[in-house]
Structures are given as C-alpha cells and as structure tokens.
C-alpha cells in the first residue's frame, strides 16, 4: 500500500515531468547544422533563388517530416516570387519548428526559442495557403528554413455594390497610352554540373620519390550537399631524369559529405611513373574538408591514397601512392 506521502511525491514528480517536456527548447547559437550555406553577404533575392534551385528536395523532405507537405510547392513558389522582408528576431522569438541539416540527412524540431544575447538577423516572407498566412524565416547565420507563426486570413465581404457609369470617351487629340506587355519571369533550372581542378604535391612509393600532380574533370550533384560523382583526369611528375617519367592519372570516385567532411572512394588509372614498373588500376581513398564555400564555388583540402588493385605484376609496395591536394569546384 503506497501512503499518502509516496503518492504526493509521485503526484509532484509527474507535475514536474510535464511541465519539463512542455517547456520550449532554448538555442543561443545558430550555424553548427545549416540546411543551406549562405556564406558571405548574400542579399534575400540570391537567398531566394539558391534555396529553390539547389535545395528544393531537401525543402519538400523537411516540410514532409515537419507535418506540413501541403505547404513546400506554395514554399518553393513563393521563393521566386521575390517577395522577402529582412528583420531581427529578438531573444525569446519561438519557432514552431525548424528543418536543419544534420550528418548529411535533413531533420525537423519542434518547440524552438532563440535565448541568444542579441537579436537573430532572419529573411521573412509569407506563404497563403488555404485560408491563412504562413509566417516563415531563414536566419542568415545558418540558412535553416523555420515556421514562427500562423494567422487566419479575414476576407471582408463587400457590403455595397457600387453601381460605376461608363468611362469618358477619349479624345480624339489624346493618343492612348501603350501597353506594356511584362515578360514572364523565367527561374533557372537547379544546376547539379560542375567543373573542378585540383593539385599539390605527393610520394610514389619505390623511392618514396616526391611529385607534383594536377588534374581536371567534372563534379555531378547526385544527391544535393550529400553525395557527388566525380570524374578527374591529369598527371604528374617529379622532374627527374630516368628512369622517373611522368605519368598519367584517371579518376571515378563517389564522395559522400558529413560537413564539412567528405569522404570519397572508388576505381582509378595509373600509367607507370619509372620505366621499370606497371601501367594498371588503383583502388582510390579520399578524406578532405571544405575550406570555403560560395554561390557555385567550393575550395576544399584533401588528402587521397592509391594502392594497386587486378593486376598481380603491379606490388602493393612498389606502386601506392599518398597525394596531397587543394580541390576547386566551380
């Protein structure tokens, strides 16, 4: 038989529990886990356009997760409709919920306020749909997209029926005025395509001689800010006479980002860099970090391991190779 006190001290810790879990949950900082990078200063038009074009699957899984998928197709109209305001959310503002991206995978909490000491600097525009207006906000450190509040729109019925005569004929003396015909605004297509070029410095192994390396090739957004297709072709050299040489280096790898990492693997060719070793393929590793990003340009740092793969003539101690490397997309 529980007393009277153990049932008071449960009836307390249940109360306690509750009022815990209803609580908002507080943020000072913003940035760790953005959903789009709006580095730099970029004005609410290019914050428009970058979040509709590149990021649009990420913005129809969010809205999906958040409970309001109804609201991504009006979402992604109303970014290229130009319409945005800029403003300062003050400490104590309460997101209904905000979608971030986190390890690569694109996820939605409820129940948020900013506690930070100073205002949050924020894009704001409107989304109607079905009767109400839909309060939404992008705040520039991170480039999350959040829903703070939601209204019903009042439509006043016309109480009068104003009865309007006939316009004034024209004058013949006065010309009428033009027609001036607006073009339709055509957004461009989200680009996935891009060019790179990357080099540095590296070791062959056999003499563990020094080299210098560069290569060319194009970049393919499979997965928007998670998964890429690369495919680079170059060479290199280490300036010496024979029996180095220079040689030859193609790549097709998969890099799969945890930003601002990325890890990358997949099959390589190598022709033989002394003239006593082996033309063959290489299993490829990379790991690297971004170092900046802007609108449609990434400089990133990586480092990249070739060993020998299929060919049994072509030892693993006599033809790896460790390359270290600066990547510019673009």
């Known amino acids: 038989m529980i007393s009277k006190k153990g049932i008071s001290i449960i009836l307390f810790l249940m109360a306690f529990t509750i009022g815990t879990w ?3 949950r507080k943020i000072t900082e913003v940035g760790r886990y953005p959903f ?11 914050m428009g356009v970058k979040l509709s074009q590149r990021y649009d699957k990420g913005i129809i899984e969010g809205f999906a997760l958040s ?23 003050a400490p ?28 949050l600097p924020a894009y704001t525009f409107t989304v109607r749909h079905a009767d109400k207006d839909y309060e939404f906000v ?20 016309d109480e009068t029926i104003v009865k309007t ?73 280490s300036f010496r006479a024979e029996p180095q040489k220079a040689f030859l280096m193609a790549n097709a790898l998969l890099s799969y980002h945890l930003q601002p990492f990325y890890l990358a693997g997949g099959l390589g060719y190598s022709t033989r860099e002394r003239t006593n070793r082996k033309d063959g393929f290489d299993l490829v590793a990379e790991v690297g970090c971004d170092l900046f990003q802007q609108e449609y340009t990434t400089g990133s740092l990586f480092f990249e391991f070739r060993a020998p793969v299929f060919t049994s003539e072509r030892l693993f101690d006599q033809h790896y190779k460790a390359l270290l490397g600066l990547r510019l997309i673009f």
């Open 92 to 119: 104590g503002t309460v997101f209904t919920w905000m979608l971030f991206r986190a390890n690569g995978k694109i996820k939605v909490v409820n129940d948020l306020e900013w506690a930070g000491s100073a205002p």
């Open 22 to 24: 209803s609580e908002n």
């Open 67 to 89: 409970g309001y998928p109804e609201l991504a197709n009006p979402f992604l109209v109303e970014l290229n409709s130009g319409r945005y305001g800029e403003k300062e959310l």
């Open 36 to 46: 789009a990078r709006l580095s730099g200063n970029v004005s609410a038009q290019e």
């Open 138 to 157: 992008v705040p520039k450190p991170c480039g999350n997209v959040a829903l703070i509040g939601i209204k019903d729109v009042v439509i006043q019925p």
């Open 165 to 237: 005569a006939p316009p004034a004929p024209i004058p013949e003396s006065t010309p009428p005025e033009p027609q001036i015909e607006q073009a339709p605004v055509v957004s461009e297509s989200p680009r996935h395509l891009f060019f790179l070029v990357e080099g540095g410095p590296g070791v062959v192994r056999g003499s563990f001689t020094t080299i210098f390396w560069i290569r060319a090739g194009l970049l393919f957004q499979l997965v928007p800010e998670e998964l890429d297709l690369i495919l680079s072709f170059g060479g290199g050299s």
